[in-house]
T-cell receptor, first 113, second 115 residues
Framework: AQSVTQLDSHVSVSEGTPVLLRCNYS??????LFWYVQHPNKGLQLLLK??????LVKGINGFEAEFKKSETSFHLTKPSAHMSDAAEYFC???????????FGQGTTLQVKP | GAVVSQHPSWVICKSGTSVKIECRSL??????MFWYRQFPKQSLMLMAT?????????EQGVEKDKFLINHASLTLSTLTVTSAHPEDSSFYIC???????????FGQGTRLTVV
């Protein structure tokens, strides 16, 4: 069975400082992993995806994530937080060819001025 | 990128009435769409998989007679909340995945409030 665990329910950073949102996954085969962002009362927007190509994945808005098989991790990073980054972030694994997505619990990112 | 449009973005209805939510894939065809429910400050919960031209597949614990799903075309799936009650108030989100793509695209969500 596949699962995703986001290690922090809430992360608070100051504007201009680095962001780290942690995600661990469990999968019996090579997974497809995603990070999505959700602003209040909005749908989800894809930040980036990993699908067994390069382990360091670059996404939109300066976000990156590194797939580490040995650590079963897919942490999301950004060198410098912006106020507009404040939102809910979801780490997601795709369940094979069915298209079903398995969501982590979400991490709320707060950015302080 | 692919676009999924959901309508309405919010709706208020009286208890006992039914509400229909539409999910459209604007620039691709989707044989499968997914419907999620999201409670405040919680993650998304998959309700059902909508299959074009056939019956939807519901997740365990989701009442199929309460949440009617119709996927009559390759670009449109609808979710009807029947005989709505206040406990059905929630944020409903749909998604679809274009053929050949691994990622899903989400609608804007629908905030349903039952009074």
């Amino acid at each position: 069975a596949q699962s995703v665990t986001q290690l922090d329910s809430h992360v608070s950073v100051s504007e201009g400082t680095p962001v780290l949102l942690r995600c661990n996954y469990s999968s019996s085969y090579s997974p497809s992993l995603f990070w999505y962002v959700q602003h209040p009362n909005k749908g989800l927007q894809l930040l980036l995806k990993y699908t067994s190509a390069a382990t360091l994945v670059k996404g939109i808005n300066g976000f990156e994530a590194e797939f580490k098989k040995s650590e079963t991790s897919f942490h999301l990073t950004k060198p410098s937080a912006h106020m507009s980054d404040a939102a809910e972030y979801f780490c997601v694994v795709s369940s094979g060819n069915t298209g079903k997505l398995i969501f982590g619990q979400g991490t709320t990112l707060q950015v302080k001025p | 990128g692919a676009v999924v449009s959901q309508h309405p973005s919010w709706v208020i209805c009286k208890s006992g009435t039914s509400v229909k939510i539409e999910c459209r894939s604007l620039d691709f065809q989707a044989t499968t769409m997914f419907w999620y429910r999201q409670f405040p400050k919680q993650s998304l919960m998959l309700m059902a998989t909508s299959n074009e031209g056939s019956k939807a597949t519901y997740e365990q614990g989701v009442e199929k007679d309460k949440f009617l799903i119709n996927h009559a075309s390759l670009t449109l799936s609808t979710l009807t909340v029947t005989s709505a009650h206040p406990e059905d108030s929630s944020f409903y989100i749909c998604s679809a995945r274009p053929g050949g793509r691994t990622e899903a695209f989400f609608g804007q969500g629908t905030r349903l409030t039952v009074v």
